[in-house]
């Protein structure tokens, strides 16, 4: 469990006690412009001393959306199996301008994002019985279309690769 911050001195100096809350939030883990502006606003920090203090940050490179971003991309698409649409709303959500959130994507093949996919849907049909049925069938691809949908990939997308899965899975399964 993360040591809670210590509360500000109300007499120290504004622009060293955002500082020491910017430093401490870089610690844990890298942050985005707007995610550490808004730790600062939640700690009443004046806005001036935020916006100067961030503004340093960004000058000795400790803050930098675009390796920020590209680092986010990288490190959720391989742990989360998330598409593209699901990263761009991330990035969005932590203050990530659309153009450096593009900039970002472009490491992600449309090869690449297909390959996860598919691992996914193959990973959770593993050991799944009874696809032969129709109804079942259809049952498994509703839900891992879902499945796929929640990581952000596009229905269309989601669909034509579980039917595809699911299709190679039937060709592979004994005949009993």
Not at 81 to 107: C, F, S, W
């Amino acid at each position: 469990m993360p040591e809670p911050e210590a509360a500000p001195d109300r007499d120290a100096d504004p622009a060293a006690v955002a500082r020491a809350i910017v430093l401490r939030q870089l610690t844990n883990s890298p942050k985005s412009r707007l995610q550490l502006s808004r730790k600062l606003a939640e700690r009443n920090v004046p806005e001036d001393v935020a916006e100067a203090v961030l503004d340093r940050f960004e000058e000795v490179r400790l803050i930098n959306d675009a390796e920020f971003a590209e680092m986010w991309v990288r490190s959720r698409s391989q742990t989360r199996k998330l598409a593209k649409g699901a990263l761009r709303r991330e990035l969005a959500e932590k203050g990530i301008d659309p153009d450096t959130a593009a900039g970002a994507l472009e490491q992600l093949s449309d090869e690449d994002e297909e390959s996860a996919a598919r691992g996914l849907v193959e990973r959770k049909l593993r050991g799944a019985r009874g696809l032969e049925d129709r109804a079942e069938r259809d049952k498994a691809t509703r839900r891992l279309a879902s499945m796929l949908a929640r990581k952000g990939y596009q229905p269309s997308q989601a669909f034509r690769i579980v039917g595809e899965v699911l299709d190679a899975a039937g060709r592979t399964e004994p005949d009993l």
